[in-house]
């Protein structure tokens, strides 16, 4: 399966592809080119979700209790699908945010008519 042109994409095929490609840029660094390691989890929080996780993904204990919790076969590495269930898990954390933040649980405000 080969990526769809950026030009031609959909919009949350750019997003599927922004994750990979995300992704990739921080694994390998040392170790595994598939994984990401304490040091690279640590970058990549830092880097890409710094505003989202604030002061949280700068304290060592943090990215330690956020790599336990990611990493489900305890290899002392996340992989991809390790990756992507912490995006998921914060994705939807905002919009929970997002809907509290408007009261609105039954509609769908953002959606363009």
């Known amino acids: 399966m080969s990526l769809p042109n950026s030009e031609n994409a959909t919009t949350l095929e750019n997003a599927m592809q922004l994750m990979i490609q995300t992704f990739h840029k921080y694994s390998g660094n040392e170790g595994d ?3 990401l390691s304490k040091v690279e989890l640590k970058e990549m929080l830092t880097k890409e ?3 989202y996780l604030g002061r949280r993904c700068k304290c060592r204990l943090s990215v330690e209790k ?3 919790d990611l990493d489900s076969n305890n290899d002392g590495e996340v992989d991809f ?5 912490l995006v998921g898990a914060l994705t939807v ?3 929970d945010f997002f809907l509290d933040g408007l009261n609105v649980r039954s509609e769908h405000p953002w959606k363009t008519r």
């Open 33 to 35: 080119k598939y994984t």
């Open 93 to 95: 954390a905002c919009n």
């Open 66 to 68: 956020i790599m336990g």
């Open 81 to 85: 699908t390790e990756f992507i269930i």
């Open 49 to 51: 979700l710094g505003s």
